[in-house]
């Protein structure tokens, strides 16, 4: 039979499959010159979660169907953004398993799971958020605190660290960054009282290459932000729970770092507590760390700086370098910073805010103390949280999944730290007194998310003025991530079920899909076989669609 | 602020707390069959154990213990749990292959937490007096005329909220306060809508579920009904319940008997 082929027609039936090169930190580095793909969890080291593929466009995107579904084993949140390397889709389901599937059919390769640890106890919920590849490995940070090299090819393990104890509240839930020839991943567990970290690994052989404390220890700058005289830095949280970005020109990776512990009492631990609720620069050689800016000093309120950091060369007025870094904080303000130099360009409050009046010139807040008997703003959960927010090149706009009037009654505690027990200091009420409805991270099929605890909304802010330029409110709030593409559309999910396609530069809703279940991912796009793909999670689905051929 | 019970708070290495022998002993002699449970806390291991639950449980299994599908906490329905030894079990070594993680709780939380799993409705940190239920099942019928709008016990119109398993949900000092001022208790979700169709045609229900997009209710005949928010006219909530208050129509011990009766409402089980 094969003999029948004609040599010219095998070739072109060889071609019609993408060349499945190795990943190269080249590549990674060019990632936005081969927009097929998906080569990390923020799309691009400047993690503007951007697509230059314009096939689906503002015209056609009503033509978008339903491609095919993947269904995740677990009943987890799916909270993974997928890779694509030429035609091949890497996801993580929860708790850690890797699955290596086809991206233009969804039918499965291979896939490994890994069995965390009994001991394992991450705070909220057994996720995993998705891998990160180099050469013939795509690597994976497990709930019990290891990190895992695979195969690429056949989902073998090649080598597996410890990076924490686990017993201790130590979790992994991020995606790792590869940068060079290093895996760098952070540690949650600021629930439990831990020391946070940033680690480098070496891709080739899984040795720690460096470890960057989040907390200063004795003698280091900014220990002295921990003033309470005892151990409290010892056990001040200060994780890493989200994917940093990279700026290759400055050879500098900056990632968000969690609240301080215990969360929700600061006379505890009295001091800035640096570099709680910070964004931190370090060398990615080294992990030296090269300038952090905080957001929250001394946090009453759990407003972890984990957030995806957004890199954008855009000049505006104030800004000396026009490199810039994007921030929609938990804590409710818009930052923009000098990513050179961590200088403080502007500040301002995307959603309701009450627990301060404002920034001061250098950006520290003007704080205004609601106190344990008034509703706070935002609430426990942010002004945002995790999911990624993103920057469009092409409108100069900047997107976040908000929770606006949303607020919280915090109730602090002293508590004692015993290691691997949760370390909270109190907790954070429901603002409607003796009613359920605690504003929750996940919801069911029943909203009790109403008019009476605020809404979410998807908001593009101008990061030239710091203000809003559009708004799309919905019911629910929201805890999927945002995609902008080159032809001006912004996909992002919901927790109503709704899949969105709205209109970069005005709002307009212009398509959606009701699937029904949570989206907890970032939406992502890829192409395959010459068409656009669009990737969301919903429920236990990564659910993609392309154009109606 | 500190701990009103900050000064009991437990050592690491705690021995058997008095509790947990209590517990086992009567696991020992009963096996894993469900327990009757009253009386058997001590009222400040209650409020410890809402403490505790507040700080670590809440996040995923709600204030009411409703959150994880399949799991009601207040009304006792585990998965994998009978007896007091078995939710020991658990909250120390956690659920594999679940969200439940293991815990290094000192003996005297986990009873704690047991003996507030135990009485999670019955608990009432403002002391709200609970009467007679039969008595209160009288007044349900009789004086409140609470059954002219509500169900209880699979019989009873729809309009408003089935109360047939209330006591599974609500704890002694919510339903106090349902009585005295219905619309300070009405939850959002339960608010009365009022929508205009295109048509000009009125649409009157208690609101069951919402989304950006539709609204779900049933309306004054009993119909599920599902409007597009898009396709209306008026859409708008009323934040003031329709039930009257019962502050001025029964007396304090007559309320306390109607809490009774309303908390021993617990479904068919």
């Given at each position: 039979m094969l003999r029948r082929i004609s040599a010219a027609a095998l070739a072109a039936l060889l071609l019609s499959f993408a060349v499945q090169a190795q990943v190269t930190f080249e590549r990674l580095l060019n990632a936005s010159a081969e927009p097929q793909n998906w080569l990390s969890y923020s799309g691009s080291y400047l993690s503007q979660r951007h697509s230059a593929l314009k096939q689906i466009r503002p015209s056609n995107v009503g033509e978008l169907e339903l491609k095919w579904v993947f269904q995740a084993q677990s009943l987890e949140s799916f909270e993974t953004t997928p890779l694509v390397v030429d035609g091949v889709m890497y996801l993580t389901e929860a708790p850690d398993t890797a699955v290596a599937l086809d991206a233009g059919t969804g039918r499965v390769y291979w896939r490994y799971q890994h069995n965390p640890d009994a001991a394992a106890r991450p705070c909220?919920?057994?996720?995993?958020?998705?891998?990160?590849?180099?050469?013939?490995?795509?690597?994976?940070?497990?709930?019990?605190?290891?990190?895992?090299?695979?195969?690429?090819?056949?989902?073998?393990?090649?080598?597996?660290?410890?990076?924490?104890?686990?017993?201790?509240?130590?979790a992994m839930t991020l995606a790792p960054l590869v940068i060079k020839n290093k895996v760098i991943v952070g540690v949650a567990g600021g629930e439990y009282g831990v020391r946070g970290f940033i680690a480098a690994y070496d891709a080739a052989t899984g040795d720690e290459a460096w470890r960057f404390y989040t907390i200063p220890g004795p003698g280091e700058p900014g220990h002295e932000t921990w003033a309470d005289g005892g151990d409290a830095w010892q056990h001040g949280g200060a994780s890493v729970w989200v994917t940093g970005s990279y700026d290759p020109a400055l050879d500098l990776t900056y990632w968000g770092i969690g609240n301080p512990g215990p969360d929700w009492n600061p006379t505890q631990r009295p001091g800035d507590n640096l570099y709680s609720d910070s964004v931190v620069a370090l060398d990615p050689d080294t992990g030296e760390l090269k300038w952090h800016f905080q957001f929250t000093p001394n946090d009453d309120y759990d407003y972890d700086a984990v957030q995806v950091p957004v890199l954008v060369d855009l000049r505006t007025s104030d800004a000396n370098s026009g490199k810039l870094m994007l921030w929609g904080n938990r804590n409710g303000f818009f930052y923009v910073l000098d990513r050179t130099t961590g200088e403080f360009v502007r500040g301002n409050p995307f959603v309701n805010v009450n627990w301060a009046s404002g920034l001061d010139e250098r950006g520290r807040p003007i704080e205004t103390p609601q106190g344990p008997d008034k509703i706070t703003y935002p609430g426990v959960q942010g002004g945002t949280n995790w999911y990624s927010p993103s920057y469009s090149p092409s409108t100069e706009l900047f997107y976040v999944s908000a929770w606006e009037n949303y607020g919280s009654v915090f109730k602090p505690e002293d508590t004692e730290y015993l290691e691997g027990v949760r370390f909270v200091g109190g907790f954070p009420g429901s603002p409607i007194p003796g009613i359920a409805n605690l504003p929750g991270v996940r919801r069911g099929p029943i909203n009790n998310w109403t008019e009476a605890l605020g809404n979410g909304a998807v908001i593009a802010i101008d990061p030239k003025t710091g203000k809003q330029r559009w708004r799309f409110p919905t019911t629910d709030v929201s805890s999927s991530g945002i995609l902008t593409t080159a032809s001006d559309l912004l996909f992002t999910g919901s927790r109503e079920g709704y899949f969105y396609a709205l209109d970069a530069r005005t709002g307009t809703q212009l398509w959606r899909a009701s699937l029904g279940g949570q989206g907890a991912n970032g939406p992502m796009s890829y192409a395959v076989g010459g068409a656009q793909h669009v990737a969301v999670a919903s429920g236990s689905g990564l659910f993609v669609f392309g154009l109606r051929k | 602020m500190t701990s009103q019970i900050g000064d009991v708070r437990p050592r690491r290495a705690t021995v058997c707390d008095a509790l947990i022998c209590i517990v086992i002993s009567l696991c020992a002699a009963g096996g894993a069959q469900a327990q009757t449970h009253a009386g058997q806390y001590e009222q400040p291991d209650i409020e410890y154990g809402a403490r505790l639950y507040a700080s670590n449980c809440i996040t995923c299994h709600g204030e009411r213990g409703e959150s994880i599908p399949g799991v009601s906490l207040g009304s006792n329905k585990f998965k994998r749990a009978a007896s007091d030894r078995d939710l020991v079990g658990i909250i120390q070594n956690g659920i594999a292959g679940t969200a439940m993680p293991p815990n290094s709780y000192a003996d005297p939380e986990i009873a704690?937490?047991?003996?507030?799993?135990?009485?999670?409705?019955?608990?009432?940190?403002?002391?709200?007096?609970?009467?007679?239920?039969?008595?209160?099942?009288?007044?349900?019928?009789?004086?409140?005329?609470?059954?002219?709008?509500?169900?209880?016990?699979?019989?009873?119109?729809?309009?408003?909220?089935d109360l047939s398993s209330i006591g599974t949900m609500r704890t002694a000092a919510t339903l106090q306060r349902a009585l005295r001022d219905p619309t300070d208790a009405l939850i959002p979700i339960n608010r009365p809508v009022r929508a205009v169709l295109r048509d000009g045609k009125v649409v009157t229900g208690r609101r069951l579920n919402e989304d950006t997009h539709t609204v779900q209710l049933i309306d004054e005949y009993e119909q599920l009904v599902t409007l597009e928010k898009a396709s209306l006219r008026e859409y708008s909530v009323t934040t003031a319940a329709q039930m009257p208050s019962y502050a001025n129509v029964l007396n304090d011990a007559e309320r306390a008997d109607l809490v009774a009766y309303l908390l021993s409402l617990k479904g068919i089980d």
């Open positions: 909220c919920g057994r996720v995993n958020r998705g891998l990160a590849i180099l050469g013939d490995r795509v690597f994976m940070a497990t709930i019990d605190a290891k990190l895992i090299a695979l195969d690429v090819k056949t989902g073998q393990p090649a080598w597996q660290v410890d990076v924490a104890d686990a017993s201790k509240g130590y | 704690a937490i047991v003996a507030y799993l135990r009485n999670m409705t019955r608990y009432d940190p403002s002391g709200t007096a609970v009467g007679d239920a039969a008595r209160g099942r009288e007044i349900f019928f009789g004086k409140g005329d609470c059954a002219r709008c509500h169900r209880a016990g699979g019989s009873g119109p729809r309009y408003a909220p």
